[in-house]
């Protein structure tokens, strides 16, 4: 199984990651999302799976979860 592990800033609270890790766990190939939230930082976030899925459609996705900034 593949992993691959980048940066969310913006996420404040739980019901944040919960957002962020509910749209990326809806991603083809993701198996597993694993956040190490940082309230008002940056938080590290880790997708397990295969395939994963590409890094524009993983920015997609937290997009989708809210107001957040990726970064790989």
Do not use: N, W
Not at 24 to 32: A, K, Q
Not at 40 to 62: C, H, K, M, N, W
Request: glycine content about 12%; some cysteine; overall charge negative.
């Amino acid at each position: 199984m593949a992993d691959t592990t980048f940066s969310v800033s913006g996420m404040t609270c739980e019901h944040c990651s919960k957002a962020v890790s509910a749209e990326l766990g809806e991603l083809e190939g993701v198996r597993e999302v694993s956040i190490e939230l940082v309230p008002g930082g940056t938080s590290t976030v880790r997708l397990e799976g295969e395939p994963l899925p590409e890094q524009g459609a993983i920015a997609e996705a937290v997009a989708e979860a809210g107001d957040y900034t990726v970064a790989f």
